[in-house]
């Protein structure tokens, strides 16, 4: 009688160990094997699960052991994809199970609809033969010639990635405007010339897709393609993973999401914008999706391309010092030159409307008189406006003139945010960005009965409503994640951008990423001391970065020779090492300024650092859970030179629907010294928990590796 076969199978669950089950062949239709999607029998119900081990052998009697339900019709992940979720796992400290399941789009993980998909998948391929015929029917083009710079960096790219099966990291930095896309397209095509190959082409937002999605076809319009982030419906998303884990899609584009799907031809990755911190997961697996691509790339042997106009402090230090190889684009495609900054200093009253100014708007005006003054010569010159402010709704906090009452959050340690009415709401509404909670805007104090409510602060609505009183001629578009979600959505708010029926655009830094504006002549920032002065240390760096990103949306249509444009900045610190490099465009003076402040106090990236996250019910609870943490970790001898562990804080959003944060920092020197303590404390953590609940404390923690904020 042959031996029974064995499977270990992984779950969604945070547990460390996978689970073991019989598999009947004759009854599944195909043997097992490494990497299989398989519906496994799990308490009263039954989970979706991967087959990580295929044997004879079971810890546990075998006459116990349940069998595996049913099987995907899938073939199994390829191994170098099981190898970089493994990897992920062991080093964001998160069960394999946790890590693996989330990578595997919804319409896989529903045995019932498994039958129905094959169907499905025939559909599909019939529906995009025809849009594609569609697309290559209306003209679409090749990139133009590149300049002479371009080629330069293109003949760089071609010789650093020459050979085959060789890893090697490059950065590709230019200024806004000086076509680093037109670069790595032509790059790209070299790879693909082999009809096996496939690209992954990682950006930081699904808003800047659209755009880029459309350029890539037009360049590869005989290259299969798909699309993967959030924002495309499940069944597409389903599709087009099915089609980059089966090697039929060449072109694989995305969020960090796509960062993890298996792609058992890859040939080559780019990293666009790589210094974007939307590359941090934020929930769940707390990955980085740039740095898993680098070491995806290292395991399978193929070059990775980081570009960006504001390399973040760890890429360029490694280009610096020659672990990447540094590749530049210092001039603008077209030859126009960079965009003029003007600081606006609000403390001078030059700034400012006088009293009995007659220009002086008849409500009080949100914009400096200098920036009003920009803004009005810009519409007569027949350019569109910019105007960026890093909040949405109308005011950031309610409150009431007579006594000390603001709009608190009754849920959440911080305010409730007045939004007008609009497309999403009937009347104004009180609302939460942190719990989603809503509420009507009351008609008096709740504390004092005062009938004298005022705003405080401004956000994209109040700026709006701002510019349609001061230019009642213009067309104002408002861009945000609130615009965005009514009856438009974001790529036809872009759109209307793009077609030039609009002439002033107000939006987040939604609209100070990557897009390719054509007819920007003016840009302004408003309160961008916001994220200035802050807790947390990459601050400046941040501000930095959008401050560039958002000034090279101007004057990207200029040709040689002519206006790039103007960026205007309201500041109360125009001394600020943030504001004075800007001035003179000076990204790698800005970096060298930063890199030495960071290294004399010992922050990342010249050490290392981790979070352990805890959740309660009360506070004290969370902090003395942590305190109990970090003596644990003393008493078991890892406080050793180059290990610093802080003393348990409250988060800066301390309360988030009704729940208490707090958070403990670990830090160390090397980064192979925290990964042994970080699995040690998760190995203890586990032995006293059920999931990721303490059995004791009752509190909900997690360990997060390279945190973005602290």
């Given amino acids: 009688m042959a031996p029974q076969i064995v499977v270990q199978v992984v779950v969604d669950r945070p547990l460390a160990q996978g689970f073991d089950y019989l598999w009947n062949s004759e009854r599944l239709g195909t043997p097992p094997e490494i990497g299989q999607l398989v519906e496994a029998p799990f308490g009263r119900s039954s989970l979706i699960g991967v087959v990580i081990k295929v044997g004879t052998h079971s810890d546990f009697e075998i006459e116990k052991l349940k069998s595996i339900n049913r099987v995907a019709p899938l073939p199994p992940l390829d191994p170098a994809a099981l190898g970089l979720i493994n990897f992920a796992s062991q080093y964001y400290i998160h069960a394999l199970g946790e890590t693996i399941i989330p990578t595997i789009p919804q319409m896989w993980k529903k045995p019932d609809n498994w039958e129905k998909i094959p169907a499905k998948l025939i559909t599909a391929e019939e529906k995009k033969k025809k849009k594609v015929q569609l697309e290559q029917s209306e003209g679409f083009i090749q990139e133009a010639d590149l300049n002479l710079e371009q080629n330069q960096a293109l003949e760089k790219l071609r010789h650093c990635s020459s050979r085959k099966n060789e890893f090697k990291t490059m950065l590709l930095q230019g200024q806004t405007g000086s076509g680093k896309t037109a670069v790595f397209l032509n790059w790209l095509s070299a790879v693909l010339d082999d009809a096996s190959a496939q690209v992954l082409l990682l950006v930081p937002e699904i808003n800047l897709t659209p755009q880029l999605e459309r350029r890539v076809r037009a360049y590869f319009p005989e290259k299969k393609m798909v699309v993967l982030h959030s924002g495309v419906t499940e069944k597409e998303r389903g599709i087009a993973w099915y089609e980059a884990m089966t090697g039929k899609a060449q072109i694989i584009l995305g969020t960090r999401l796509a960062a993890l799907t298996p792609l058992p031809n890859l040939r080559a990755i780019v990293v666009d914008e790589e210094h974007d911190p939307s590359y941090k997961q934020q929930d769940g697996i707390r990955y980085s999706a740039r740095d898993l691509a680098i070491w995806r790339a290292h395991d399978v042997k193929v070059p990775i391309l980081l570009s960006s106009a504001t390399p973040s402090l760890e890429t360029w230090l490694a280009a610096q010092a020659g672990r990447y190889e540094h590749i530049r684009l210092d001039q603008r495609a077209q030859g126009a030159s960079l965009p003029k900054v003007h600081l606006i200093n609000t403390r001078d009253p030059q700034n400012q409307y006088s009293p009995g100014d007659i220009s002086k708007p008849k409500g009080k005006s949100s914009i400096t008189k200098t920036l009003a003054k920009a803004i009005s010569k810009n519409l007569e010159d027949k350019k569109q406006s910019l105007i960026l402010i890093n909040r949405r709704g109308y005011a950031p906090v309610l409150s009431c003139s007579a006594c000390t009452w603001l709009s608190k959050c009754q849920q959440c340690s911080s305010y409730m945010v007045m939004h007008k009415a609009g497309a999403l709401t009937k009347k104004p509404v009180l609302s939460c960005h942190h719990c989603g909670l ?249 032995e006293n928990s059920q999931g990721r609940i303490s059995k004791t404390a009752r509190v909900r923690w997690l360990i997060e590796r390279d945190p973005i904020t602290i």
């Avoid at 009514?486 to 939006?507: C, P, R, W, Y």
């Avoid at 501000?543 to 960026?567: E, H, N, T, Y």
């Avoid at 959740?615 to 943490?629: G, M, V, Y």
């Avoid at 944060?661 to 190995?683: N, T």
Wanted: hydrophobic residues 40%; charged residues 25%.
């Fill in 438 to 686: 809503a509420k009507s805007i009351p008609s008096h104090c709740p504390d004092c009965g005062n009938a004298d409510l005022k705003t405080l602060g401004r956000g994209t609505q109040k700026i709006e409503d701002a510019i349609e009183e001061m230019w009642p001629g213009a067309r104002v578009l408002r861009v945000d994640t609130d615009s965005s979600r009514s009856s438009k959505g974001a790529e036809d708010l872009f759109q209307e951008i793009h077609q030039g029926k609009v002439d002033i655009v107000v939006g987040t830094q939604m609209i100070a990423k990557g897009h390719d504006y054509q007819n920007i002549g003016l840009v302004a920032v408003l309160d961008a001391d916001a994220r200035l002065f802050s807790q947390d240390f990459k601050a400046a760096e941040r501000l930095f970065a959008q401050l560039v990103q958002v000034a090279g949306r101007a004057g990207r249509s200029g040709k040689d020779g002519q206006d790039g444009g103007d960026i205007y900045i309201e500041t109360q610190y125009p001394e600020s090492a943030v504001f004075q490099y800007l001035l003179a465009h000076d990204v790698d003076g800005f970096l060298s300024h930063i890199a030495s402040e960071r290294r004399e106090a010992g922050l990342p990236p010249f050490s290392y650092q981790a979070l352990v996250h805890a959740e309660a019910k009360s506070l004290d609870k969370a902090i003395q859970f942590l305190s109990t943490l970090k003596a644990q970790i003393k008493s078991q001898g890892f406080i050793f030179q180059g290990l610093r562990v802080y003393d348990p804080v409250p988060k800066a959003v301390m309360r988030v629907a009704g729940t208490e944060r707090a958070q403990l920092l670990i830090e160390s020197d090397s980064r192979k010294q925290l990964q042994e303590v970080l699995e040690a404390v998760d190995r203890g953590l586990r």
